[in-house]
């Protein structure tokens, strides 16, 4: 029986081979950044002809293998799967004894934290949840987005360092989110991020209506501006006719939207009320100007609700 002991997996060298399980965008961007802070890709998973392409551009190199043998191979997992399929896929390794003692194991769901591998931890790994707050292109420009993005790490208090650490090698800033409030995280950020990118695509559609030819460009100094504004001052930045009450605009928009881009009416009306709403609790919309406002959305609802019939 061997009785020489055994180092502590959390005092192991700084350099350690990574797996990525999970060859969509997300992964091979964190295990290529990974391989500039002096770590080693040594495996990854890759089922479609896009995934693997996708490896092959971010990791060249680096061995296409099924899960177990990315587990096998490596000290740090990247397990970078959609979110609906994490669970299965963490329950499945530690079910069939591919997860080992003292490895790093970590997912980049923004929804989960680190309890969705309690199953992967009663084997003995070593669970993070390190979720990277950005949008990902598949491409070598997010390796270059990593400087500076936030992410979101939810881990043992143990392995809180550990944690923040491989984030900051990442070139990234780390924001400690509790396990309970993961999921209002994530909410907070697909309101934000994903939202932003249907409204700026129906916007861009609408101006090509409109006639406009480049609606990229007039958009890119608007959006840019109102986004710095937005940050910078929360909702003291808000402009427009739904704040200063102009409840004829609003009127007029609904109309047009309805004629050109029925789809969209519901979205803007949602928004337009939203908006009205916090600009009357920061006195932006003055009262006596809010009922005219509310009652052409009110309006507008209800007529929103007749088309929807007759489409």
């Given amino acids: 029986m061997n009785t020489t002991p055994q180092p502590d997996p959390r005092d192991r060298p700084a350099r350690l081979t990574v ?10 961007a964190l295990a290529a950044s990974l391989r500039l802070a002096g770590h080693r890709p040594v495996a990854v998973s890759a089922v479609s002809d896009a995934s693997r392409r996708r490896a092959e551009q971010l990791l060249p190199d680096v061995p296409v293998a099924a899960p177990e043998d990315v587990l096998q191979r490596s000290e740090l997992v990247l397990l970078t799967v959609p979110d609906d399929a994490l669970p299965g896929l963490v329950t499945g390794l530690a079910e069939t004894g591919a997860v080992r003692p003292g490895q790093l194991l970590v997912h980049t769901s923004g929804r989960y934290g680190a309890r969705v591998l309690d199953p992967a931890l009663r084997a003995g790994a070593l669970p993070l949840a390190l ?12 390796v270059q987005r990593l400087a500076g993005c936030s992410f979101g790490v939810t881990a043992p208090e143990e392995l809180r360092l550990a944690a923040e650490a491989l984030v900051i090698e990442m070139g990234g800033e780390p924001e400690w989110i509790a396990e309970e409030n993961r999921p209002l995280y994530h909410a907070a950020l697909a309101l934000g991020a994903n939202h932003l990118v249907t409204l700026v695509a129906q916007s861009m559609e609408l101006l090509r209506t409109a006639g406009v030819g480049a609606p990229d460009r007039m958009l890119g100094p608007l959006l840019g501006a109102a986004l710095d504004n937005a940050l910078r001052s929360g909702d003291a930045a808000l402009t427009g006719p739904v704040a200063r009450g102009d409840a004829g605009t ?3 928009h609904v109309e047009e939207l309805r004629r050109h881009a029925p789809q969209t009416v519901a979205g803007y009306l949602a928004m337009a009320r939203a908006t009205a709403d916090r600009a009357l609790a920061h006195g932006l919309l003055k009262p006596e100007l809010a009922e005219d406002l509310l009652g052409v959305l009110a309006d507008g609802a209800a007529g929103t609700g007749d088309a929807g019939e007759t489409r």
Avoid: E, Y
């Fill in 19 to 28: 797996g990525v399980v999970g060859a969509g965008r997300v992964g091979p």
């Fill in 131 to 142: 979720h990277p707050a950005m949008t990902f292109t598949g491409t070598p420009v997010d």
């Fill in 250 to 252: 609003v009127s007029a």
